[in-house]
């Protein structure tokens, strides 16, 4: 029996105990990463960082059922005779997600951190955005 390639077998998966192997965004996205840190003194740390993230979904129907397979899922693989052999990067249903994140910590005495992170999230998928703000704050004993 004919073994096909590993992106076209629908036996094989990326995946080890149910976690994708690579990148959590998983197949047809990408993503850009920015960060500046700044240290006033050896007890702070301020960073801002800036991600943008785009993934392109299958295209399926109000059942869930699969019109046009664009490579967005991990668990549908290529079908024979039915999905195109070449695909169009970030095809299909996009998503686009900016996020710009404020940390700073405090270091209170040696090994023993303190801080506060706040994100701000822009998303936008077809005619829909969004946008939310998440605030958390932490203790960490840095080993």
């Known amino acids: ?12 998966h990326h995946e080890h105990d149910g976690f994708v192997l690579g990148h959590p965004l998983g197949p047809n996205s990408d993503e850009w990463y920015a960060a500046l840190t700044y240290r006033p003194g050896w007890q702070w740390r301020v960073s801002f960082e800036f991600f943008r993230q785009r993934q392109g979904d299958n295209i399926v129907d109000e059942d869930g059922t699969v019109i046009r397979n664009v490579g967005g899922d ?21 998503t686009q997600q ?12 040696r090994q023993f951190v303190v801080g506060v992170r706040a994100d701000w ?3 936008t998928r077809e005619e829909q955005s969004w946008q939310h703000i998440t605030l958390s704050g932490g203790i960490w004993l840095v080993m």
């Open 1 to 12: 029996m004919r073994r096909l390639p590993h992106h076209r077998d629908p036996y094989v």
């Open 74 to 94: 991990i668990y549908f693989p290529w079908r024979r005779g039915i999905d195109p052999e070449e695909k169009k990067f970030l095809d299909g249903i996009l």
């Open 98 to 109: 900016h996020t710009m994140r404020l940390k700073v910590k405090y270091e209170i005495f």
């Open 121 to 123: 999230s822009d998303i």
